[in-house]
């Protein structure tokens, strides 16, 4: 049971408020609602008694949010190279509602956009999934959505860069004199 004022994620939607809990007669049965206030002043309505069956929870606190923000400076988790499979795929990450998942999904799907580009259902997938761990994170992290979409970014750049980017392998002889040349005096002198 929440309470007005708690912070929940409604899975698929993202992170919100509870604003109310509203008693509405629908088709003839009365039934609360929590009354959710989301991102861009949308307002959402969960049944009470369901909220619980369909996901809802209580938003990730700091220490949780900090390891949800790591996995997006870890390498990719394998996905399969079958579109519908992998779609299916991060689709059941994403429902599970779960941060770190969502965060695997953001992940996996930046670095596979960077790589090869992505199909547009991918790309709103990608957008969805971003929107939602924004969500939770501003409220977790108690930080404006533009600090934590720049925190994400440089995340994603970061550990692409260390897993996905060729580094060149450095010789490090490359560019120091390699054979000794003798010091000619009379040369030198002649010169003054």
Do not use: C
């Amino acid at each position: 049971m929440f309470n007005v004022g708690d912070k929940i994620v409604y899975p698929m939607h993202g992170a919100g408020t509870i604003d109310a809990i509203e008693e509405k007669n629908i088709l003839g049965e009365n039934q609360a609602y929590y009354v959710i206030k989301m991102p861009g002043e949308v307002k959402v309505m969960v049944p009470t008694a369901k909220a619980e069956e369909i996901g809802v929870r209580s938003v990730i606190n700091k220490d949780e949010a900090e390891k949800v923000i790591s996995v997006l400076g870890e390498d990719e988790t394998e996905m399969s190279q079958n579109w519908n499979k992998r779609y299916r795929d991060n689709m059941e990450k994403m429902k599970s509602g779960s941060a770190y998942e969502i965060a695997d999904v953001v992940r996996n799907l930046a670095f596979k956009q960077k790589e090869k580009g992505l199909s547009t259902g991918e790309k709103k997938m990608l957008s969805n999934a971003k929107q939602i761990l924004v969500s939770e994170l501003v409220l977790a992290e108690h930080a404006s959505q533009e600090e934590v979409e720049e925190l994400i970014d440089n995340k994603i750049n970061l550990s692409f860069n260390e897993y996905r980017m060729p580094h060149e392998e450095i010789d490090l002889n490359a560019n120091v004199v390699n054979k000794f040349i003798p010091f000619d005096e009379t040369e030198s002198n002649a010169n003054l």
